[in-house]
């Protein structure tokens, strides 16, 4: 028994579409030529799988019994094909992705070290950028991924989550509220604050979380606005203020001599996801690349 590929895809095409003409112009090919095909299946499988009418083509009950199975295999098989193809340019390719420069600095490069090691001839181009620039990249198509927070109401980019951040205070050594038994967002109402620009979706998450739970902080007004993750805690460690950021800063600001306080009611949180365009395709590489960091941080 010799069963092909051809075979089979020129059987199921003749089932579904209930007509040879039609299954030879869907698959290219000459109505002899697939009619060909079926006799030689039905004589492989020693079964008529067809009743032929001068104007009828109709399944037997033997066609209907193997289309499904048929249908399964063609699946099977052309799914093995195109795997085998993404294996084979897995060869070589290129990911691009961008990063807040605090994930890009603390985050990215163990995780790129990794994929390098198991993957090395696919390159991987990493931005640092501000937060918001991670978006707008991403929904531009300058880049493949992007690494942040994909505001609430985005219809045109997905994030799947990686990680949580949680925010937190970033203080002077010597500073009075280092010293609170318990910190909480009230006390910072009359303090310099510092932190990030309007737009950040750091920023956004941070105003959104206080207003809903009634909770006034004069960020329009007293905060100093800064883009840039290490600005800030080189402010902070010059005693120009008290910092509002996230828990992703928390191994920076400690090796530089400062105290991260997480305040209290309520701990606010944020998501930092693996961030996609929705109408964009992820080359192999960059659905390889995709993958492993799925699994490598979850």
């Known amino acids: 028994m010799d ?5 089979l895809r020129a059987f199921v095409t003749v089932a579904n579409l209930g007509q040879f003409t039609l ?11 697939v009619s060909t095909l079926v006799r030689q ?4 499988l020693n079964l008529r799988l067809f009743d032929r009418h001068t104007r009828l083509l109709r399944l037997t009950q033997a066609g209907m019994d193997i289309l499904p199975i048929a249908a399964r295999a063609v699946a099977d098989i052309e799914g093995m094909v195109e795997s085998s193809r993404e294996l084979n340019a897995l060869r070589r390719g290129k990911v691009t992705m961008a990063a807040g420069t605090v994930q890009a600095a603390l985050m990215m490069p163990q995780l790129v070290h990794g994929f390098n ?9 990493l931005h640092d950028v501000a937060e918001k620039t991670v978006l707008e990249q991403v929904a531009n198509g300058s880049v493949d991924l ?3 927070t994909v505001p609430e109401d985005d219809t045109e980019l997905m994030g799947t989550r990686l990680t949580t951040d949680e925010f937190l205070v970033v203080l002077h050594a010597d500073d009075p509220l280092v010293k609170l038994p318990e910190l909480r967002w009230t006390d ?5 604050l510092i932190g990030p620009q309007r737009g950040n979706p750091i920023r956004d998450r941070l105003e959104n979380e206080l207003t809903r739970n009634g909770i006034i902080l004069p960020l329009d007004k007293a905060m100093q606005e800064v883009a840039l993750p290490l600005t800030i805690i080189g402010m902070v460690e010059g005693g120009l203020g008290v910092a509002i950021m996230t828990s992703a800063v928390t191994r920076l600001a400690t090796s530089m001599g400062l105290v991260v306080r997480t ?9 930092v996801s693996l961030i ?7 080359s192999p590489a960059a659905r390889r690349f995709r993958d492993f960091l799925l699994k490598s941080v979850h």
Do not use: C, F
């Open 41 to 44: 299946l039905e004589a492989n």
């Open 276 to 282: 996609q365009k929705r109408t964009r395709s992820l």
């Open 188 to 192: 910072l109402a009359d303090r310099k």
């Open 23 to 33: 299954a030879a112009d869907k698959l290219g090919s000459s109505q002899s030529a």
């Open 146 to 148: 992007g690494i942040g």
């Open 263 to 271: 305040p209290t009611e309520p701990h606010i949180k944020r998501e």
């Open 117 to 125: 090691k198991l993957y090395p001839e696919i390159a991987v181009e």
């Open 3 to 7: 069963i092909t590929l051809k075979q």
